[in-house]
């Protein structure tokens, strides 16, 4: 079954999903009336997640009262994660939802391309060595086609070498799209759903690094005095995006309002010229409309009466607003737009509330759940309540509300087994290359889906008609925060779970995998299934049966692979013949709403001619990753050291090696403040491996026995040259290795790599991305006493996971340098 309407929420219906979030004061209602009024557009371009100026954002949408748009080219999958050890696509499902809160806090709307963000690159002729540009720009003119903008402005200019390759791609992208996406001939098959669009000016938000922005001479540009109070909303346009750019927990961008004048800039680059401001020419859109001239008035007129003290009174004038719109044939995106938040200004002028709720968050297709309608419209006005129902239920309700007095209605209803779960549309497809596999032309541009089930309500205000959606939402009360509200989610009837995602047939490795089979009804007979090897090549024993939790646990062993690295698949086949090869993921942060997707059941097998020793490790975590787990499957035993772990040296001594997660002398306070135990530690005999750090903010300068600093520099081209010292401790022992062993990387070779360190250490690798200058400080080694130690920028969080052969010999290497001392 299609679910046709759920797309649309994210980039036409904007008011939908909010229509009944919250009673908002008289002064917010008429900000919002306001913002009904003006019919200008703005198209905020950039490359990730937290790039967008918050503050000229909330000044544009708040202050000129224009509809504003930031289009990030990515979900900045390819970043860090300062909260959490989630990682590629799932840091980029929590950066798109913080990017969300942002929006909802400084007033715009957020939009998104198919690009995936890699990582970091150096310049524009990298990125594009990644990203497939013709269909990037075809997403970019898309978008400018069916939003419409005005004005077009790009976070960055176009000058390559300034900033993060992605960023100079985002202004290349969007100069371009500026005249083609006013070309018919450009991309011709979108317009069998929009037409040509030519945008009036485009600028760039200029700056300078650590001071004012001064405009060169003969430049145009236009200065927004933008440190204002808002008097309708109550804060100054700093704070408002002080409060939006908060939201961007993940990448550690807590931030506290500037106080006083501020001011942002727009600098100029094509399009009609003005001279006084940058809105200069742009039409007033309700003058494009057959009664332009008495909507104008209307609106003029409601906002001249409108009342503070009794928000119901301004219900007539709205409604002789609405009367006049329905007259209007229009199919124009701004004006659809425009009918959908005068209907929101109704219903918050008269304070209604509608709530679509379940008592669980998790459901599944084929199954009957029970759920409650339950509306209330405080006001006098009579509201009737007709229809309720979506493509799985309907509801005749013919009822009258008002008075204060809700309306509710229990129901049953039947989801279809054949309806979607709640897979984020952009992970439905395999990634191509370093674009989302997204195939549907109107994929592209929301950043999330709709609800997966809901009901149209129809209803009418005294005669006139307001449809709206309803999200079905699972409501409960939590103990210290309340009232909580989360998606209902619908997930696989059959869930397949895999303990690891690596199996490693090296000798003392675990060569055994466990699924987990569960089920949400009952147990569905079949058999598991293992894709990709010989039948000889592995063995499914007779699984464990959990009536109680519905679940069946197999064990399989791994014999032989004909590959170094092979990718697998494991699925249960049910009796009925239906497949099942998911497994459920969840995110939980009380900062967004909880979110759910499913990977395939994938597997790497490697096999290795390796010298492990199983020794216990202890791990001392950072910002955030999933080396322990990897590590396990290995065959190495691996503690997690907590902060009283670290200050008694006699628990150190308990492992030859200790190794320090990433970021962890950025955000660890008890790592940086036993640093002289751990260094006690070393001197001892002891193997300390330390992973990459960034050079701000470091919670101690003793990052090692001996002084280094960190640098900025990285390799971001994974299949760049490596130039070895193979006789090195490092590269030779126990594991010889060879210049292969640096072929097959993903995403990059390292970051934060080291400089200016002091001779006592060893670096036995040159890094060096094509046309750069060579890096010796992706890896540094020196003895201590009886002990060594090692620091390292190389990626080994991306690699490691990954299963990359070359990576995992390198970083055992690392590890068993315990054994020689």
Known sequence: MKNPKFLLLGIFSVFITQVFAQHLPSSALYHELLRFEETKRVLYIAAHPDDENTRLI??????????????????????????????????????????????????GRQLFSRALDFGFSKNPDETFNNWDREKLLSDVIWIIRNYQPDIIINRFNTIPGTTHGHHTSSAILSVEAFTKAADASVFSEQLNYTKPWQAKRIFWNAYQWGGQYEPEEGKVYHEFEVGEINPF???????????????????????????????????????????????????????????????????????KEFDFLKPESNLENLLGIKLLLQSENSQETWFQEKKEHLDQLILDILGVKAEFIIKKEIGYPGEKINVEFVFNNPSASPIQL?????????????????????????????????????????LENPL????????????????????????????????????????????????????????????????????????????????????????????????????????????????????????????????????????????YLAEDGRSFNQDTKRIIYKHIPNLTYFTHTDLNLVKMDLKISGQKIGYIPGAGDDLPDFLRSLGYEV??????????????????????????????????????????????????????????????????????????DRVTVEGSPVKADFKHALMSSPNQVQEKDFDGWVQERGLYFVSDWDEQYDAPLIMQDPGENASKGSLIHAKYGKGTYTYSGISWFRQLPAGVPGAVKIFVNLIEQASEN
Do not use: C
């Open 432 to 571: 191509d290359n370093s674009l989302f596999g997204i195939t549907e032309q109107k994929k592209i541009g929301p950043p999330v889906n709709g609800p997966n089930v809901y009901g149209m309500l129809d209803m009418s205000v005294s005669g006139y008609p307001i449809s709206v959606q309803v999200p079905l939402e699972f409501k409960y009360n939590d103990q210290v925060d309340g009232e909580v509200k989360q998606p209902f989610t619908l997930v696989p009837e059959v869930n397949v779970s895999l303990d690891k995602n690596n199996v490693f047939l090296i000798p003392g490795a675990d060569d055994k995998l466990e699924v987990e089979v569960s089920f949400r009804d009952r147990i569905l007979q079949g058999k598991l299934e293992v894709i990709g090897l010989e039948q000889n090549q592995f063995e499914i024993f007779d699984p464990e049966i959990d009536e109680r939790r519905k679940r069946l646990i197999y064990t399989i062993q791994f014999k032989d692979s004909d590959a170094e690295k092979k990718s697998l698949q494991i699925r």
């Open 58 to 107: 909330a000044y544009l949408a708040n202050a000129e009262n224009a509809q504003v748009a930031y289009l990030s080219l990515t979900r900045g999958d390819g970043g860090q994660n300062l909260i959490g050890k989630e990682l590629g696509i799932e840091l980029g499902m929590i950066r798109t939802n913080e990017l969300l809160k942002a929006r909802e806090t400084d007033g």
């Open 639 to 712: 503690s997690i050291l907590e902060e009283s772990d670290l200050s008694v040296l006699s628990r150190l001594k308990d492992f030859k090696t200790v190794i320090v997660g990433i970021r962890a002398f950025n955000v660890n306070q008890g790592l940086a403040s036993n640093m002289d135990k751990l260094m006690e530690y070393v001197n001892g005999g002891g193997n300390m491996i330390v992973q990459y750090n960034t050079a701000s903010p470091l919670l101690t300068r003793e990052l090692g026995p001996f002084p280094f600093n960190i640098s900025r």
């Open 386 to 426: 007709k229809n309720f129902g979506s493509e799985v239920f309907s509801e005749n309700l013919n009822v009258e509300a008002k008075n204060n007095e809700p309306v509710r209605k229990s129901m049953d209803i039947f989801i279809p087994k054949d309806y979607p779960v709640s897979q984020p549309f952009w």
């Open 233 to 303: 909303l109550g804060d100054t346009y700093s704070q408002i995006a002080a409060n939006s750019r908060t939201m961007h927990k993940s990448q550690g961008f807590g931030s506290t309002a500037q106080v006083g004048k501020a001011s942002d800039f727009i600098e100029m680059i094509d399009g009609e010229s003005f001279e006084l401001h940058p809105f200069e020419g742009i039409e007033n859109r309700w003058m494009h409309l057959r009664q332009g001239t008495a909507i104008a008035e209307a609106i003029q007129k409601a906002v």
